[in-house]
């Protein structure tokens, strides 16, 4: 029934999916208010609050470097209901299907780990009948470090990644999703993805090859993410960036440099806002950041270059994180629009 849609997307500030960054105590007062419309709640480093059981709970082992440790809460525009199968909690509108999956046994390796969670994730979503993958999240621990095999974690998760895209039949790059693969300290292997009925046409970067066409130096299967995803909802168009870095083409630049890292992905975002909507490299847009930064000693210039160029109105979180990459010093993901 509109009207009273409308009402609640006004309470809740308009887009049909929002996320917020809120310090603990507004975050367990939003959490209370809009108990109906939570999609979701991410923790990262903290101890989670009160959640209703039922709601998904992404709890991540990474540290918060800013002052105010801060809480994710996703929600919809509507009610929500809720369910869980296997792995996975979630909730969705008639639109729209929030999940966080969690690993509970580690026997299998983490290429075969990513590989089932995948197929879980696409099992779940067929059966919603939510099949466009808009978003996903990937934080694992020791994502730098080689399997006994000799090959780097991060490249086996890409090898069953793309194993699990290839059996669900998922390997066209118009349809593959925006993502974050981050390294976590610690903890269970997470994924939490926003999914919906239509929508999410893939955005590429200019700049950038895309990495599904990387050459197999960074993975013997190629990561399969789009730098970027535009919806439309009802409204505005959104825009769910990536985990973007100081690569031009398919290399890493400005190595050893934090501040310099920091600028080049800006202009990476940027450059994604400006494809997405007129005059979107101006920042305006952005809603949501997440800046993962992998030595906490960068943190104060990083901070710094941040604020300069997006200002401090923003929402934005400051992780301490592993970078898929080892010469990576920082990632920077948003949502625009
Ligand atoms: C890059 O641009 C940096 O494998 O899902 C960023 C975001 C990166 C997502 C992924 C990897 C992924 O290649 C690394």
Redesign the pocket.
């Known amino acids: 029934n509109m009207p009273k849609n409308e009402a609640r997307d006004e309470a809740l500030g308009s887009p049909a999916v929002s996320a917020r960054y809120l310090p603990l105590p507004a975050a367990r007062d939003f959490l209370t208010r809009h108990a109906g419309q939570v999609l979701g709640v991410v923790c990262h480093g903290l101890n989670a609050p009160f959640v209703a059981p039922d709601i998904p709970l992404a709890e991540v082992a990474m540290p918060q470097l800013g002052e105010q440790p801060l809480l994710e809460i996703w929600t919809a525009g509507e009610l929500v209901t809720t369910g869980r199968s296997g792995n996975i909690s979630w909730a969705r509108t008639a639109d729209c299907l929030f999940g966080s999956y969690r690993q509970l046994a580690h026997e299998s390796g983490l290429e075969a780990e990513t590989s089932i969670a995948y197929q879980e994730v696409f099992a779940l979503l067929e059966a919603q009948g939510i099949p466009k993958l808009l978003r ?1 999240w ?1 934080y694992f621990a020791a994502i730098n470090a080689d399997e006994d095999d000799g090959l780097e974690r ?1 490249k086996h ?2 090898i069953g ?1 793309h194993d699990a895209f290839a059996q669900y039949g998922r390997l066209n790059v118009q349809d593959i999703p ?5 390294g976590s300290r610690g903890g269970e292997f997470v994924l939490y993805f926003l999914a919906a009925t239509r929508g999410g046409r893939a955005v590429e970067n200019e700049r ?1 090859v895309s ?1 599904y066409d ?1 050459p197999p130096q ?2 013997p299967r190629s ?3 789009a ?1 970027a995803t535009e919806v439309d909802w009802l409204r505005e168009p959104q825009l769910f960036i ?4 100081s ?1 031009v083409g ?1 290399a890493s630049i400005c190595l050893d440099d934090a501040a310099q890292q920091t600028a080049e992905t800006l202009k ?1 975002i940027g450059l994604l806002l400006g494809r997405a909507f007129p005059h979107g490299e101006d920042f305006s847009l952005l809603r949501a950041l997440k800046v993962y930064i992998r030595h906490e000693k960068d943190f104060p210039v990083i901070r710094s270059v941040m604020e300069n160029a997006v200002g401090r109105e923003v929402p934005c979180l400051y992780l301490l994180a592993d ?3 080892s010469e ?1 010093l920082l ?1 920077i ?1 948003a949502i625009a629009g």
């Open positions: 996903i990937n991060y998760f890409c990644r925006a993502a974050s693969a981050v950038q990495a990387y960074y993975s990561p399969l993410f730098r990536s985990g973007t870095a690569i398919h990476n970078i898929c990459r990576l990632e993901e």
